[in-house]
Structures are given as C-alpha cells and as structure tokens.
C-alpha cells in the first residue's frame, strides 16, 4: 500500500475498524509444540465448520497499544505484563503457554512491517491484539491438540471522539459476569459474549455502561462493562485511590496496576480493597467519595459521573471528571507516548529496521 493510501486510511480512524497489512501467525499441536511462526498478509481465515473454537470457545485474547513517540520512534506500553496475563489465560482455558520472549518477538515482528501504520496526532496509537483460538477440527470436548496463535493490529482513534465525558451505569443485580472458581480473571471472549444482555438492559434504562456486582450478594462493587473500577475519598493531595481488590472473579487489569503505580507517585494513598453499593451512594451522598472512574487499555479512564439501580439514582462528585481523574490519565498518557519520563521501565521500544 502506498503512503498516500495509508495517510488517507489514517484520518477517520475510529476504534477497531482499519487494520495493518500483516499479522503474525504461529501454530501449536500437542506433537511438536509451538512451530511455523510467520510474517504473513492481513487476511481472511477459512475454518472448517468442526473446528472446535467455534463450538466450545476455547479461546483467549489480549490488548495493548503501541505508541508514536515524541522523538519519532515507536513504543509498546507493558507488553511483557501482557504476555504474563496471556499465559495466565492460556492456562485457565486449557491452552498451551506461549512463552512471553516469542509474545516480545511477535510484537517486533509486527511493528517492524507495519510501523508505519503508527499514528502521531494525540490521542490515536496502534492497538495490538493478540489471540489464541482452538484450530482443532473435533466435536469431542477436550482441550484442543491444535492452537493457531495470531497477532493483528488496528490504528485507532480516541475512544472518545468528543472528548472523555462522564458516563451514566447501571447496577446489576440480575445478571453476573464471574463466580468464584470461573473465569473472570481470564480474558477470554465468552466473558463479554456473557456481558452483552446485561449492557442491552443498561441501555433500556438509558445508561451507558453496566457496573458488574459480586455473584452471591449482589452487593460488591466488580467491574464496570470490561473495565476496572478506582473509587476517590477525599480531594486533592490528600485524596485516595481505591480499587476492588482481585478475587479471582475480576480481570487483572494492566492499566489498573499502572494507575496505582502513578497514584502513589503523585503523592495519593493508594489501596485494594472492597467497596458495597450502600457504601457507593452514602459515600456520594455525604462527599466523603468525591470521584469514580473505570480504567483499561482501549479508553484510558472513563470518569463515572450517574449511577442507577432499580432501588436509587445518585451523582458522583460534581457529576464531572474531577481533578485526581485528570491527572491520573494525563500522568499515564504521558509516560506511553514519551513526554514524561518511564521510570518503571513500562515502555518497550520497537526495533524498526531501517
């Protein structure tokens, strides 16, 4: 492709909807292990119609982005925490381990052919998404004895085109996205394929999100659709950062782990812990809780401004993004594109060939 073609591409991007020229490809079998691992053109898969991913879901993923950085080069944020939750999926769902140096390779690979594809302009970066699928053609329920591992690439815009803006959610209490002993540490499809009918009812209600509560109670705060929740208690230096601890039933989010990270350089306390609905709204309700946001790879933050339930409806904070927010995203989006400095060595740059 030429780069006028590409540049034009690159102008109305969106999220998720143009993709680079290559990806990476390595298969599995129980014989040999991991082999054939290859460059190869963007394009179509042909499945059979036994293949067993399409009738058992025996599949994980991965997100990540890859960033232009301000001296020209390109920069991936954390892969190798990636690649470790990639394992640790793998294993959940009864897949083979791809080691974490060929995660690393793969990446290069990649960004090596398409680093062009990486945009500039603020706010727009490379999503990578690696995946691995059960290839095996067989109806028979057992872990595959063949795995295709792949790894595409989107050029994506800002997730929010008209700027970050407050979301409304909707609590709810008559569905679940994990149990203990399930999945939801795992980052897997069938977790968000679970997740659609619940979203649809926030919808009904004309909320934006749904806000995940624990299994048994349904009184613990989780998750917000695929996106971890921070809870802020008090204002400015003093405030602090708490998140929902990790069950098992969470995702054990990278940007979640980053942003306790930068909170504690910023000088807030930071902590994992519990928080209940009735604690949610009395926390709003007295000013003690002063913000709420979700935090993931694809949005950043997404500040919580509106809650809903079928019982009460209350406002977080101001109902806007508020200041430990605002610099909690802009401390992060800094470290990822190179303007501030990586002092926990989270960014791996990629090795472009000339």
Not at 15 to 36: K, L, P, Y
Not at 69 to 93: I, K
Not at 128 to 148: G, I, K, N, Q
Request: net charge negative; proline share 5%.
């Amino acid at each position: 492709m030429s780069a006028a073609e590409r540049e034009k591409l690159l102008v109305d991007l969106g999220f998720g909807r143009t993709f680079t020229e290559h990806m990476v490809r390595i298969r599995w079998n129980a014989a040999v292990g991991w082999h054939d691992a290859e460059l190869v053109p963007y394009g179509s898969l042909v499945l059979d119609p036994g293949t067993a991913v399409l009738h058992y879901a025996q599949a994980v993923f991965e997100g990540l982005k890859a960033f232009r950085q301000a001296d020209g080069g390109v920069a991936t944020f954390r892969p190798d925490a990636h690649a470790a939750r990639f394992r640790r999926s793998a294993r959940r769902l009864a897949l083979p381990e791809l080691p974490e140096e060929t995660f690393l390779q793969a990446i290069d690979t990649l960004l090596d052919a398409d680093h062009e594809w990486v945009p500039s302009a603020p706010e727009h970066s490379l999503y990578l998404r690696p995946m691995m699928f059960a290839s095996e053609v067989s109806l028979s329920v057992h872990p595959a004895e063949e795995v295709t591992f792949l790894l595409i690439a989107s050029p994506s815009g800002p997730y929010f085109p008209r700027g970050v803006k407050p979301v409304t959610v909707w609590l709810s209490e008559d569905f679940s996205r994990a149990a203990p002993g399930g999945t939801g540490a795992a980052k897997t499809g069938g977790n968000y394929a679970g997740g659609l009918l619940a979203q649809a009812q926030a919808a009904e209600h004309g909320c934006d999100q749904v806000v995940w509560l624990d299994s048994h109670e349904h009184r613990w705060v989780e998750e917000m659709g695929g996106m971890n929740l921070c809870f802020v208690f008090g204002r400015g230096a003093g405030s602090r950062v708490m998140t929902p601890a990790l069950t098992g039933t969470l995702l054990p989010g990278i940007t979640r782990d980053s942003l306790l990270v930068l909170g504690r350089d910023l000088g807030y306390e930071t902590e994992e812990g519990g928080i209940s609905v009735e604690d949610w709204r009395s926390g709003c309700e007295d000013g003690s809780l002063s913000e709420v946001f979700a935090c993931g790879t694809a949005a950043v933050i997404t500040p919580v401004g509106f809650v809903k339930s079928a019982r009460a409806s209350w406002t977080v904070g101001d109902g806007v993004m508020g200041d430990v927010s605002r610099r909690l995203r802009q401390a992060l989006v800094d470290v990822q594109r190179g303007a501030a400095p990586d002092s926990h060595e989270w960014l791996y740059h990629a090795r472009v060939s000339s």
